[in-house]
Every structure is written in structure tokens, then in C-alpha cells.
């Protein structure tokens, strides 16, 4: 139990080492707010997964920037005396807004969890020392250099390859990875860019062994993902369009896809990315972790969550190196058998580096009790 002090904003810019390219565009570096929280009991950090603009989802930097200071961060500074087991309960008022939600909650039970000196990964009852990395490719401009990165990528280790997919890039560009590749674990992200009459590029793809088909179709459709999953041998997955708990047991009583993506940061953090987590297992429905470019800050958490029994996939849980050259805390790094290890020291087991928020910091901001409070 504690009273939150002051909450930092703390918008940063880092260069990313490859531009990301996915059927809503590209992104060539990484902008993002972490949130620091300072309780009676120590500090904490978030970060959050909104980018620049509102393609992802309907949250943005500027957007999740206002909600977080002007409706979150005020409601968490006055509720007064909070615990990891009441904290959703002051945001109960403001709705939506998940991304800015989930950075504020995640920094606060990382100060929790540091003052009481238990890593975030025991105190979610993770079971694994380490986790095994997928990596997820954006959209080469060639098939050569896609060709290039995937030999690349397995070289290093990664037990899972993803390749983004869009109309007109997609059937040829996977053949012609499993044709390189016949046995390793490939599946496709379309990131919602098809519709209903696209099923024969799904179709196609049937005989190629994927592991999974993510998010082929518009993010509010489920009843058209349940069609679609019908008519498929191979696995959907959804990632955009599971953004709670009750979406995903609607998801799944729909028959809209059988694998879940669990993003702390799209679903309102850990404590709802746990909901999910226990749903699934409870109906054998295997979840993976999926990333959002995340800093060290947010990589951290990742993998706390990543090693919890039901994440029995590969998660989008890569090393800093994949995607920049110098992260914000000391560096994640991927051991050459593909696997990463999950932090162990008390919350989520890192901090950003003093000197490299020197240099990313662009805008700050700090929520603190009015004088009365
Ligand atoms: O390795 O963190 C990673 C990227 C994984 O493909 C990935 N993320 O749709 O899942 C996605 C995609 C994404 C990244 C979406 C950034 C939006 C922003």
C-alpha cells in the first residue's frame, strides 16, 4: 500500500537501427512517454506502446500524453493510499485509453514491487528462467532482402520467424521463406489489411505450414475472423482486436481465431494481460507475447510475462540489438540457443540509464497532490 508522490511524463526519441514497415506504414524511429512514479515507497517506470499517430490503434503520443496528465495521473495522485490490487480502481472513471492506462499502471506496480523487493516475474507466478525469441520482420523491399534478414536472424538464433504481410506482398513472399526454410516456425502478421474476400490469399497459404495467420482482417470484425477460422486449417491469431479480457472470451466463444497475442500494453497493462493469460489456459488456448518496439523499459516487462506457464509460443520478445543501437537500460541480449532471460531483480529489474535519457529525453512533465491533497 502507497501514496503516489509525483508522476513523471517523459516523451522519448531513439533511433531505430532498420525502419519497420507494416501494412499502416513505417516507422524509423521509436517515440514513446515512459512514466516514472514516485510513491512513499520508492519509484517506478512504464512505458507506453502508443507511436506518433493513431494507426496501431486509436491511441497516439500527443493523445495518450493529455489522458495520462490530465485525467490518470490525477486520479492515481488522488486516491490516496493504493495497491496493486486497487489501482485499476482509480481509473475506473475514464474510459478507453488502454496504452495510457497500462504505462501508469505498470510504473506504479513496478515501485510497489521494488519496495517490497520481488521481481515482477515471481510475483506473477512466471516459471521460467528464460524465453524463447521470435523476431517480427516488417515489410522488406525485396524478396532478396527479406531473404537476407530472415538467414540473418536465424543465424542469431531466433526460434520463430514472423513476416508482416500485406495485399500484393504476401503468398510469394512466404513461399519463397519456406522454401528456404522448411522447418522452421513461420507466421504472418497482416495487421487488419484484408477483408472477407481475401480468404483465397489465406487459402493459398494453407499448404505452407504456418504456425499461425495474425490479425488478417478489420480489428472490430470478430464474427468475420469466426468465418474465416471456419473455413481455415490453419491457425488465426488476433492481436489488434483483443484489447481486454471480454474481448477475448468473446474471441474465443465465436470461434474468431485460436491463439491469442497478449500485449501488456494494448490490453491496460499486466493486470488485465494476466486476465487474459489465465482465461486462455484455463481453456487450453495457447497465448505468445507480441511487442510493440518496446525500449528496455517495456522489453523487461515482456519477458516477465512471457515466462508465465501459458505462454507456450515464441514470443515477439527480440534483442535490444534488433532494434536499436543503444537502448535505454543496459542491454537485452539473445543467447545463441534463441532464448533471452528474464529480469530477476525486483520489479521489472531495470531502470533507464541516467545518460541515455540525457540525450532521448524531448518533453517532460510532472503530476504532483495539489497543495490540499
Ligand atoms: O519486435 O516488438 C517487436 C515488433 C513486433 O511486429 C511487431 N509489432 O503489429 O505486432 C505488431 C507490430 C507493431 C509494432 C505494431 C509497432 C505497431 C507498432
Given at each position: 500500500m502507497s501514496r503516489v508522490r509525483a508522476i513523471e511524463l517523459l516523451l522519448v526519441e531513439l533511433p531505430l537501427v532498420r525502419p519497420f514497415r507494416t501494412s499502416f506504414g513505417e516507422m524509423a524511429e521509436k517515440r514513446c512517454i515512459l512514466v516514472r512514479v514516485e510513491t512513499d515507497g520508492g519509484e517506478g517506470w512504464g512505458e507506453c506502446?502508443?507511436?506518433?499517430?493513431?494507426?496501431?490503434?486509436?491511441?497516439f503520443n500527443d493523445g495518450a500524453w493529455l489522458v495520462l496528465r490530465d485525467f490518470l495521473a490525477p486520479a492515481l495522485v488522488r486516491a490516496g493510499d493504493v495497491d496493486v490490487g486497487s489501482v485499476e480502481e482509480s481509473f475506473a472513471?475514464?474510459?478507453?485509453n488502454p496504452m495510457a492506462k497500462a504505462a501508469l499502471l505498470d510504473a506504479f506496480v513496478d515501485a510497489e514491487l521494488r519496495a517490497d523487493g520481488t521481481s515482477l516475474a515471481s510475483w506473477l507466478g512466471a516459471e521460467r528462467p528464460r524465453v524463447e525469441c521470435g523476431v517480427s520482420i516488417g515489410i522488406a523491399p525485396s524478396v532478396d532482402a527479406l531473404l537476407a534478414q530472415v538467414d540473418g536472424y536465424l543465424a542469431e538464433g531466433y526460434r520463430r520467424i514472423k513476416l508482416k504481410i500485406e495485399p500484393g506482398t504476401d503468398i510469394e513472399r512466404v513461399r519463397a521463406v519456406r522454401a528456404a526454410h522448411p522447418d522452421i516456425l513461420l507466421s504472418v502478421d497482416?495487421?487488419?489489411?484484408?477483408?472477407?474476400?481475401?480468404a483465397d490469399v489465406f487459402r493459398a497459404m494453407?499448404?505452407?505450414?504456418?504456425l499461425m495467420i495474425e490479425?488478417?482482417?478489420?480489428?472490430?470484425d470478430l464474427l468475420r475472423h469466426a468465418e474465416l477460422q471456419a473455413n481455415l486449417r490453419t491457425d488465426l491469431c488476433l492481436d489488434?482486436?483483443?484489447?481486454?479480457v471480454a474481448d477475448t472470451a468473446a474471441a474465443l466463444d465465436l470461434g474468431a481465431c485460436r491463439i491469442v497475442n497478449i500485449k501488456q500494453g494494448r490490453v491496460g497493462g499486466v493486470l488485465e494481460a494476466r486476465r487474459i493469460h489465465d482465461l486462455c489456459r484455463e481453456r487450453g488456448v495457447p497465448v505468445w507475447c507480441g511487442g510493440m518496439l518496446e525500449t528496455g523499459v517495456g522489453r523487461a516487462l515482456n519477458l516477465a510475462l512471457a515466462?508465465?506457464?501459458?505462454?507456450?509460443l515464441p514470443g515477439d520478445?527480440?534483442?535490444?540489438a534488433r532494434y536499436f543501437e543503444?537502448?535505454?537500460?543496459t542491454p537485452f541480449e539473445l543467447a545463441p540457443d534463441g532464448t533471452m532471460a528474464v529480469p530477476?531483480?525486483?520489479?521489472?529489474?531495470v531502470t533507464p540509464l541516467p545518460e541515455r535519457l540525457q540525450v532521448c529525453v524531448t518533453r517532460r512533465e510532472i503530476v504532483r497532490p495539489r497543495s490540499k491533497e
Open positions: 506502446v502508443a507511436d506518433t499517430r493513431p494507426d496501431f490503434s486509436g491511441e472513471a475514464i474510459r478507453g497482416a495487421n487488419a489489411a484484408y477483408t472477407p474476400s481475401d494453407e499448404d505452407l505450414g504456418l490479425q488478417p482482417l478489420h480489428h472490430e489488434e482486436s483483443i484489447r481486454s515466462a508465465m506457464p501459458g505462454f507456450t520478445t527480440s534483442a535490444s543503444d537502448d535505454l537500460t530477476s531483480e525486483p520489479g521489472i529489474g
